[in-house]
């Protein structure tokens, strides 16, 4: 594989994040937060993958967490999209820089410098990847992790605003390939062995202010230190597949008719002994 430079990185520095002993295996530990509800989605395993249920209607957001010393570049890939260059996910494309063990909360599509278009779990058709005629890879999030070259300076704290890359370090990243047939059809996206079809994707929701800024990032090697994905569905779906447990039949409601709604049979009305 031909090594290429780093392209260009958005760092996000925010609060830090302890991590927890599971996560110290990965260099970055990514959760998924439903914005909506406040609750942290738990994960199911189910032949080898890890899932989550999103709620349709709900906002999310995407938390990375990096458990180095070090700097790290990360490349989110939502729905198979660069969450934020909008192209076709390759690990080679731009990302966000994590500074030493800090931790950040991604809510949305890149669309400036300033401000992020939501993430919202949404019907597949509303989703941004099916709508830009890309649906093959709808309920996937990943995140491709690079190791910063030991060459480079270090910063050991992190700038007050968040700093994104150009010159030397810029590089070029991939350009997105045309959108074949099969991706603009409606019906591309995948099912799994005929259980269900994937029922829910990441639509492009309202713009919300999320200030990043520019730093440079020269990448240890061309390949990833870490790649990780997760999938997700509507909870429906996840159960169709037998990766939650079904939910319980509703109760009988008193408005609806019952075959046997008391035990002895009563006098009418006006009836006389």
Known sequence: MIRKHAPAALAAFVVLLAATPAAARSLVRIDVVDRDSGRWLPEYRHRHESWIAGTPGHRYGVRLTNNTGERVLVVLSVDGVNAVTGQTAHPSQTGYVLAPWQSTEITGWRKSYQDVAGFVFTALPDSYAARTGRPDDVGTIGVAVFRERADRHQHPYPPPSPPI?????????????????????????????????????????????????????????????????????????????????????????????RAFPGRFVADPPGHWR
Not at 176 to 190: F, G, I, L, M, V
Not at 191 to 197: F, Q, S
Not at 232 to 239: E, N, T, V
């Open 165 to 257: 890359a150009h010159g030397a370090d810029a590089g070029k990243s991939r350009r997105a390939a045309p959108a074949t047939k099969a991706e603009q059809s409606a019906d591309a996206y995948h099912a799994d062995d005929g259980l269900a079809r994937q029922q829910i994707g990441t639509g492009h929701g309202r713009r919300e202010w999320s200030p990043v800024g520019q730093t440079s990032f020269a990448r240890a090697s061309a390949r990833p230190a870490q790649l990780t994905q997760l999938r997700y569905d509507a909870p429906q779906a996840l159960a169709a597949r037998g990766i939650v447990p079904s939910p319980a039949p509703p109760a009988w409601h008193r408005e609806r008719p």
